[in-house]
C-alpha cells in the first residue's frame, strides 16, 4: 500500500500503521522508505508511524538519524524524526551524538525537538562519550563564526550541556558581540544551580553596557538561586538600574535568593528615596511567601508611601497567595478607602487571589461592585468573588439583586460570570 499510488493514500497508510502501534512492525522497512517521499506530508507521517511502533521500530534508527541530519529537509520532518527517535527511546541511542549537534542548529525549532529527545532516550545524555567532543565544537563554532545567529545558537547548545560547558561560557561573556554575551549569560541560567562558579562573572556583566546582557545576568543569577546569594548586595545595586526590563530581572532574581535576601529588600522597601526601585524591592518580596506579609502590610498601611508603591505592594500580597491571610483587613482597607484607583483595583485582586481563605472581604467586595466610581475596581471585585466560589455564596442575593438593577452592560456581564463561578448549579439563584 506503501508502494505507488496517490500521496493522499500514502499518508492515509502511514497513519494507519501508526494507529495499529507495536503490531504493526513488520511495516517498519516500508515506512524507512516512505520517510524518503518528496512530500513532506507523507515523510512526516513515516516518522510518526515509527515512533508509534515504539522501540519496535529500532532498525528505522540509523535511517531516521540520516534524515534528521540532512539539512536540505525540512524542519517540520526534521521535528518529527526527532520525535520518533524520542519515542523508540533507548534503543535509539546511536542517535544521540547527532541529536547533541543539532542542538546547535539555528532553527529554534530544531534544537527543541532535539532536546526533547536526548531526555527520552538517555536522561543521562550529559555524560555520554559524545558530550566532550560536542563542547569542543559549539565552544570552537561560539568564537570562530562569523555569523551571529550561528554564535547564538552553539551558546544556547552550551546551555543544555551542563556544569561542563561553565568555563567556556564565562569566556564567552567578554565576547566582543553583545548577542552572545546575552546567549552566555541565558546558556549560564539554564544550567541553573550548578554554574555557580560563573557567579561573580554574571555579577560583572551585571555592569555591561547592554542592558539586555545586563538583563540576561540578572535572570541568570536568579536561576542559580541560593547559591548565588554573595551576587544579593549587586542585585539591589541593579534595582536602580535605568532599564526597567534590568530592574524587573534583578527583583525576579532577588526573589529566588530566599532569606538571606528578606532583610535586604525590607531596608530597601522602606529606606530608598527612588519610588522604582522600592517597587522593584515588593515585587521581589512578593516572590518570599509568608516571611514578607508583615513588612509588605506595614507598606501599604503607610499612607506616606506613593500610591503606585501601594499598588505593587498589593499585589505582590496577591502573588503570595492564600497564606498571606494576615493582609486581609488590610486589604480591605485600601479596598474601601485608597484615594488611588490602581490601588483599589489590586487590593480586589490580591483578596480574589486568597480565595476562600479571604472570605471576610465578602461584604466588601460587594460594597465596591455596587458603589466604586471605577469601572476597573467593580471588575476586579465581581472577579474576586468569582475566585472564592462558594465560600462567597452570601453574596449571590446582592449580585442578583445588582444584576438586575444595573444598566451597565458591562457591569452585569462582569456579575454574571461571578455568579456562574460562585453558584455553577443554579441553586441559590432559585432561592
Known sequence: ???????????????????????????????????????????KAAANALGQIGPAAVKAVPHLVKVFVNSNNNSGVRNSVANALGKIGSTAIKAVPYLVKALGNTNSDVRKAAADALEKIDPQWRQSESIQSAISHFVKTLFDSNNNDVRKAAAEALGQMGSAAVPHLVKALDNRDSDVRRAAAEALGKIGPTAVKAVPHLVKSLENN???????????????????????PHLLKALDNSDNDVRNAAANALGQMG???????????????????????????????????????????????????????????????????????????????DNNSYVREAAAEALGQMGSAAVKAVPH????????????????????????????????????????????????RTIEESLNKIDPTGEWRKQ
Open 210 to 232: 547592554e542592558s539586555d546582557v545586563r538583563e540576561a545576568a540578572a535572570n541568570a543569577l536568579g536561576k542559580i538561586g541560593q547559591p548565588a546569594v554573595k551576587a544579593i
Open 1 to 43: 500500500m506503501l508502494v505507488g499510488g496517490q500521496l493522499h493514500f500514502h499518508r492515509l497508510a502511514a497513519e494507519t500503521l501508526g494507529q495499529i502501534g507495536p503490531a504493526a512492525v513488520e511495516a517498519v522497512p516500508h515506512l524507512v522508505k516512505t520517510l524518503d517521499d518528496n512530500n513532506r506530508d507523507v515523510s
Open 259 to 337: 532569606s538571606a535576601a528578606l532583610p535586604h529588600l525590607v531596608k530597601t522597601l522602606f529606606d530608598s528615596n527612588n519610588n522604582d526601585v522600592r517597587k522593584a524591592a515588593a515585587e521581589a518580596l512578593g516572590q518570599m511567601g509568608s516571611a514578607a506579609v508583615p513588612h509588605l502590610v506595614k507598606a501599604l498601611d503607610n499612607s506616606d508611601n506613593e500610591s503606585d508603591v501601594r499598588w505593587v505592594v498589593a499585589d505582590a500580597l496577591g502573588k503570595i497567595g492564600p497564606v498571606a491571610v494576615k493582609a486581609v483587613p488590610h486589604l480591605v482597607k485600601a479596598l474601601n478607602s
Open 365 to 412: 467586595l460587594v460594597k465596591a461592585l455596587n458603589s466604586d466610581n471605577n469601572s476597573y475596581v467593580r471588575e476586579a471585585a465581581a472577579e474576586a468573588l468569582g475566585q472564592m466560589g462558594s465560600a462567597a455564596v452570601k453574596a449571590v442575593p446582592l449580585l442578583v439583586k445588582m444584576r438586575i438593577n444595573s444598566n451597565n452592560e458591562f457591569d452585569c
